[in-house]
């Protein structure tokens, strides 16, 4: 990882902390997408990444897929939500997961959780 990706990393991680912003109504998304809506510290920033995301991967434009890709196995996490989330984030630049969008790269993980804010 070079410096300007650990910048942009440590950047978008910004938008995630333990203080939970308000989530989302909506009717139509699943319990598990209200609890990791609250991991946004900003969820106008986060639905504007989102959508760009959503730009290169539309086939993820749904609440559910989106839930299932962002916690993996089981769809769900007892626990520590932030902690699996920062996990799986680490795990996505370990495995070159990640997509740049208007030059800041992000993992897939943290791209689905902003796109999930956008639908």
């Given at each position: 990882?070079?410096?300007r990706e650990l910048l942009a990393a440590a950047?978008?991680?910004g938008l995630l902390c333990g203080s939970p912003g308000p989530a989302?109504?909506?009717t139509a998304v699943p319990p598990e997408a209200r609890r990791l809506l609250t991991l946004l510290r900003s969820p106008a920033a986060a639905r504007r990444i989102g959508r760009a995301y959503l730009?290169?991967?539309g086939d993820e434009a749904d609440p559910a897929k989106l839930v299932a890709l962002i916690m993996g196995e089981g769809g769900t996490v007892e626990g520590d939500l932030l902690?699996?989330?920062a996990e799986r984030q680490r795990a996505d630049?370990?495995?070159g997961r990640t997509i740049k969008l208007d030059g800041w790269v992000l993992s897939r993980t943290e791209a689905r959780l902003y796109?999930?804010?956008a639908v």
């Open positions: 990882m070079n410096r950047a978008a991680a989302r109504a909506a730009e290169k991967a902690r699996h989330v630049f370990a495995a796109a999930l804010a």
